[in-house]
């Protein structure tokens, strides 16, 4: 607890000073949370067991499955290629929502959050600071989680197009990014705020076309689906390794995670404000 006492001020210190720029204070918490390296010895390797078995589930699944109509599934050849990807990309939604509430519930408590408030540092890029490490964490491990899935299951790969999935993967995550802060901002303006967040995250995966397709949605939660740029980064990423235009999903997806960060920020600002009017910065 010192020890992220004493970063948080230390970087607080100098942007009062005028000598970090935002991206400066972002590089502080990131350099924080490597020093700390609890979240990448531990999640990483329980994470990726935890997704190999899932992969496994759904591979024996996929055996005793007729074969679907590859339309069905946005191209993929197998009913396993489909949903091994919509698991892939969910490890990014994981690790960069689950962690930003749990990351704040913990900040809370050891009074980290109320200290850091308390320096000249904007919400906006306190959020993005707590956020940006989870989501480059969840970037690795959804890349080794496609990596075990073809190396070892067979994941079809012959005609992807490794710079659109990059792309897509790369704005997925901020995306997600943007998700994770809006998650956090309920869990800290609001006591119940973290299990709806958690409850969320179990959400936009089943509306975001993770393990079937969306056209067996009822009409009105298909509208919703279309929505989520969860579902778009998705999309591209299917498109993208079957070898598919995935130009137009990119741009899509850019659009909307341009509009979606910006709020999420705000909304982290407010929830800040409310809880430190209501004195409920730190709980224990």
């Not at 994470?47 to 899932?54: A, F, S, T």
């Not at 962690?99 to 009074?111: K, V, W």
């Not at 890349?143 to 993967?169: E, F, K, N, P």
């Not at 089943?206 to 949605?217: D, I, M, Q, R």
């Amino acid at each position: 607890m010192s020890a992220r006492l004493a970063a948080v001020r230390g970087a607080g210190s100098e942007a009062a000073a005028g000598g970090v720029s935002a991206p400066g204070v972002v590089s502080a918490f990131i350099r924080r949370d490597l020093a700390e390296g609890r979240l990448f010895r531990v999640s990483v390797v329980l994470d990726l067991g935890y997704g190999l078995v899932n992969l496994l589930i759904f591979w024996f699944i996929s055996r005793v499955l007729h074969h679907p109509d590859p339309v069905a599934l946005d191209g993929a050849a197998t009913f396993f290629d489909f949903v091994a990807v919509g698991l892939a990309f969910m490890l990014v939604v994981q690790a960069t929502c689950t962690q930003a509430i749990s990351r704040i519930q913990e900040h809370q408590r050891t009074g980290t959050l109320e200290a850091t408030t308390a320096l000249p540092v904007s919400g906006h890029v306190v959020a993005v600071g707590w956020g940006v490490y989870p989501m480059l964490l969840g970037i690795v491990r959804s890349a080794l989680y496609l990596g075990l899935a073809q190396m070892l299951l067979g994941l079809t790969v012959g005609h992807a197009d490794w710079l659109g999935v990059t792309v897509v993967l790369v704005l997925g995550a901020v995306a997600a990014l943007g998700l994770g802060i809006a998650l956090a901002a309920l869990a800290v303006g609001y006591a119940h705020g973290a299990a709806a967040g958690r409850l969320a995250v179990v959400g936009v995966g089943f509306l975001s076309g993770t393990y079937f397709p969306v056209a067996s949605l009822p009409v009105p939660w298909r509208w919703i689906s279309a929505a989520l740029p969860t579902r778009m980064a998705i999309d591209g990423l299917r498109t993208a390794l079957t070898g598919g235009a995935w130009g137009a999903i990119a741009l899509l997806l850019a659009a909307a995670t341009a509009v979606c960060l910006p709020c999420s920020t705000w909304l982290f600002t407010r929830a800040l404000a409310r809880s430190r009017r209501k004195g409920t910065l730190a709980r224990g």
